[in-house]
Nanobody, 124 residues
Framework: QVQLVESGGGLVQAGGSLRLSCVAS????????MGWFRQVPGKEREFVAA????????YDADHMKGRLIISRDNAKNTVYLQMNSLKPEDTAVYYC?????????????????WGKGTLVTVSS
């Protein structure tokens, strides 16, 4: 059974940093893109960042450009999201996702697997 388990969320002050992790189990995703989305209650889930299977390509959403680094360790089946200079508007549940490619991940219905999310709260 495939599982994506996120960790690293929590409460942080504005301007602070957090590092999220997502460990995949049940199969290897070394040939898949992995990424992150976030969702605020009452709003649609939005794309945050993605990384290609090799780690050679990344794509960041405009709302977080320059403030995050996405990386992966295929040996550990894990993807990371380092977020810096956090703002109160970054408060959301952050979800890990797997898709065939970065482009597929950004299309509706393109996600193969979702994690259950980890809550990030940024206080002002």
């Amino acid at each position: 059974q495939v599982q994506l388990v996120e960790s690293g969320g929590g409460l942080v002050q504005a301007g602070g940093s957090l590092r999220l992790s997502c460990v995949a189990s049940g199969r290897t995703f070394s040939t898949y893109a992995m990424g992150w989305f976030r969702q605020v209650p009452g709003k649609e889930r939005e794309f945050v960042a993605a990384i290609s299977w090799s780690g050679g390509s990344t794509y960041d959403a405009d709302h977080m450009k320059g403030r995050l680094i996405i990386s992966r360790d295929n040996a550990k089946n894990t993807v990371y999201l380092q977020m810096n200079s956090l703002k109160p508007e970054d408060t959301a549940v952050y979800y890990c996702a797997v898709a065939a490619t970065i482009a597929t991940m950004r299309r509706p219905g393109g996600i193969n697997y979702w994690g259950k999310g980890t809550l990030v709260t940024v206080s002002s």
